[in-house]
């Protein structure tokens, strides 16, 4: 039986596969906290990457969003050749470090306009070449999804995740789902994922499908969750429930409740997004929303643990 991410150090994640990570999130029993940062804007504390930030408040994994393979920018870190960017992050954190890819369809272009930051470009779409460009930069997991107002759909991501697990095998976690409707006004409110899309995700290779936090989308609620997540589980796979629409800013109060709801609807993995202001979530609230979900013990484990262990 492998141990569990709760209890691993920097050493015991490093040396994890997709298949053995997946499976120690899963014995960790809902309390695993994943964090998502931009590495392309200036970080909260100036010369300390945002990856380190969220590392050091309590963040047991990390997302870098708006990563282009192409052109890698972590603003904070050491100076490294490219190609050694994501090693350099895991090497400074001591976690199991993922990257946000977002598929698209040629006939599918987003209902809303949003800031022009958010743009795909070519080096952070999902392809094949894109996927293991960030594998052998040392990514541990991939996130199918999609950024505002881009025009990810659900079907572009269920081609993607075949073709991924195809190409890749148990080499790497995949994550798939959407945290709002990125731009697709058909996929809003509790379309944004249903039952059938889970089974869809699931089918096609996802070992996490991932779905929004009750209360940050209108019509989301602790009740419909919980009935998304008991299906996935019944499946095999895991869930990843995602605060995504910039309530990872709210106040502490929020966040406490968001968190407890989550914790309720059996989801395994807990998300934060990057827009506190912009780049991380308020660092105050990390530490919040992982002392609901795991208590101080676990929480101060995870912050006090050395990454030379």
Partial sequence: MSKRYLDCTASEIQKMTGRE???????SEGRILVCETIGAVRPMLGDVTNAEFVSAMGADMIILNLFDVNAPVIQGLPDVPQEDMIREVKRLT????????????????????????????????????????????????????GNPGVGVTNSAIIHTLRRYREEFGDRIMLIAGKMHAAGILAESGENIITEEDARAFAGAGADVILMP????????????????????????????????????????????????????????????????????ALPE????YGKVIRGVRHTYHRMASSINR
């Fill in 21 to 27: 990570l997946t499976e120690a999130i899963a014995g």
């Fill in 285 to 288: 609230n990390i530490l919040e």
């Fill in 213 to 280: 936090a009750p209360g940050t989308v209108p019509g989301i609620t602790m009740e419909y969750i919980r009935g998304l997540v008991s299906s996935v589980h019944k499946l095999g796979r895991l869930t990843l429930t995602a605060v995504g629409t910039s309530q990872e800013g709210a106040d502490a109060a929020t966040i406490r409740e968001i968190a407890l709801m989550c914790k309720m609807t059996g989801t395994d993995l807990h998300h934060l997004g990057d827009s506190g202001y912009v780049g991380m």
């Fill in 94 to 145: 001591g976690r199991a470090v993922g990257i946000n890819l977002e598929p698209l369809e040629a006939d599918s272009v987003s209902a809303v306009e949003t800031n022009g930051e958010w743009n795909l470009i070519s080096g952070r779409a999902a392809t094949v070449e894109n996927a293991r460009k960030a594998i052998e930069m040392g990514i541990d997991f991939i996130v199918l999804t």
